[in-house]
């Protein structure tokens, strides 16, 4: 059983990497654009409304003159750069995630780790995108999982708690101190390292939950030839 288990996490882990490679054009960058032509489609809208409104003070009152025109060309500025910098979905805080449902936390953790890459090192943001991946090809699998399971409490205890409280202490280090070796490595090092080895971690918890479907696609097997074949043996 030990070495089936050892082999179903190392296919869980060549999966995952080869994955990893596609990240770049993977579910968070469609996420980020999805996003971003929600925002476009919003200042579309609000500029035709303005534009629409502008037109009807006119028809009703008499053409708006070019200081009307200036004010509607103001409005329609504030309102595209508003809408713009303004999220189509509501912000995933550090304090939010240990609360998050834990079917939906590998994708809020995702996302809350999508929100982290301006501020860490550029060694780190390939770690990051990777630990994405792996979180989404986490989520299928707790859609079945028990929230009151022993590797329910083990995942939400790594993905909403100790990953980001992770990342949030190197973020608390000065900017200046980051790249400073201290007790044989640099912080930005430290934060690496750390990454891989939680990144090994939703590994291996994503093989175990992987080896339990297979023991319980295996049992339901040996049921049913147990069954049909007896039934036909019987006829």
Same mark, same amino acid.
């Given at each position: 059983?030990?070495?089936?288990?050892?082999e179903?996490i190392?296919?869980?882990?060549e999966?995952?990497?080869?994955?990893?490679?596609n990240?770049a054009?993977g579910?968070?960058?469609?996420?980020?654009e999805?996003d971003?032509?929600?925002r476009?489609?919003?200042?579309?809208?609000a500029?035709?409304?303005i534009?629409g409104?502008a037109?009807?003070?006119?028809?009703?009152f008499?053409?708006?003159?070019?200081?009307g025109?200036?004010l509607?060309?103001?409005?329609?500025l504030?309102a595209?750069?508003?809408l +713009?910098a303004?999220?189509?979905?509501?912000r995933? @805080?550090?304090?939010k995630l240990?609360?998050t449902? =834990? /079917?939906?936390?590998?994708s809020?953790?995702?996302?809350?780790l999508?929100a982290?890459r301006?501020?860490?090192?550029?060694?780190?943001i390939?770690v990051?995108?990777?630990?994405g991946?792996?979180l989404n090809a986490?989520s299928?699998?707790?859609?079945?999982?028990?929230?009151?399971?022993p590797?329910?409490a083990?995942?939400?205890?790594?993905?909403?708690?100790q990953l980001?409280?992770?990342?949030?202490?190197?973020?608390?280090?000065p900017?200046? +101190?980051?790249?400073?070796?201290?007790?044989?490595? @640099?912080?930005?090092q430290q934060l690496v390292d750390? =990454? /891989?080895?939680?990144?090994?971690?939703?590994?291996?918890?994503?093989?175990?939950?992987?080896?339990g479907d297979?023991?319980?696609?295996s049992?339901?097997g040996?049921y049913?030839?147990?069954?049909?074949?007896?039934?036909?043996?019987?006829?």
């Amino acid at each position: 059983m030990s070495s089936s288990t050892d082999e179903v996490i190392a296919k869980a882990r060549e999966a995952l990497d080869r994955t990893s490679m596609n990240y770049a054009v993977g579910p968070r960058r469609q996420q980020r654009e999805s996003d971003v032509g929600k925002r476009l489609t919003r200042v579309a809208i609000a500029d035709l409304a303005i534009i629409g409104v502008a037109f009807t003070i006119g028809l009703v009152f008499g053409p708006i003159g070019i200081m009307g025109f200036f004010l509607m060309i103001v409005a329609m500025l504030v309102a595209t750069a508003v809408l +713009l910098a303004t999220p189509t979905s509501r912000r995933v @805080t550090y304090e939010k995630l240990r609360q998050t449902d =834990l /079917k939906a936390l590998p994708s809020q953790t995702g996302r809350w780790l999508d929100a982290q890459r301006p501020m860490l090192p550029a060694p780190a943001i390939s770690v990051v995108d990777a630990i994405g991946v792996k979180l989404n090809a986490l989520s299928p699998q707790l859609a079945t999982l028990d929230d009151d399971a022993p590797a329910a409490a083990e995942i939400r205890k790594l993905v909403g708690e100790q990953l980001p409280e992770f990342i949030k202490g190197y973020e608390r280090v000065p900017s200046a +101190l980051r790249g400073v070796e201290r007790n044989g490595k @640099t912080p930005d090092q430290q934060l690496v390292d750390g =990454l /891989k080895v939680i990144g090994g971690q939703i590994d291996e918890m994503a093989g175990q939950l992987a080896q339990g479907d297979l023991d319980a696609l295996s049992t339901r097997g040996r049921y049913l030839e147990i069954k049909y074949q007896g039934d036909t043996a019987g006829v």
